[in-house]
């Protein structure tokens, strides 16, 4: 069992930044994929980021191509996803989440298979 701790979500204005943090206290997950979707209310879980646990490839969702970016650092079992140009309609539930995921496979939430509590942000406008 991984169990995925989410932290640094808030209130920003559109505009600003937040970088969105994941760790997997006592446990290493250097060989498993670590993504990051959302959640709107009254919408589905989408995908947002993911980073493969081969060679660190990182895949991001076209909304957010360009101002987010998702890192790791395995000796810290740390997963970032740092935001900026924040718009209103980034406003969402974040979810870490992690998992033995083929590259093919890493933008659906279906085969991942620890998820953290989500950590709330909004974006005012």
């Known amino acids: 069992q991984v169990h995925l701790v989410e932290s640094g979500g808030g209130l920003v204005q559109a505009g600003g930044s937040l970088r969105l943090s994941c760790a997997a206290p006592?446990?290493?997950?250097?060989?498993?994929?670590m993504g990051w979707f959302r959640q709107a209310p009254g919408k589905e879980r989408e995908f947002v980021a993911a980073i493969s646990w081969i060679g660190g490839s990182t895949v991001y969702a076209n909304s957010v191509k360009g101002r987010f970016t998702i890192s790791r650092d395995n000796a810290k079992n740390t997963v970032l996803l740092q935001m900026n140009s924040l718009k209103p309609e980034d406003t969402a539930v974040y979810y870490c989440?992690?998992?033995?995921?083929?590259?093919?496979?890493?933008?659906?939430?279906?085969?991942?298979?620890?998820w953290g509590q989500g950590t709330q942000v909004t974006v005012s406008s």
């Open positions: 006592g446990r290493t997950f250097s060989s498993y994929a």
């Open positions: 989440a992690a998992g033995i995921v083929v590259p093919t496979s890493i933008q659906s939430p279906g085969k991942y298979d620890y």
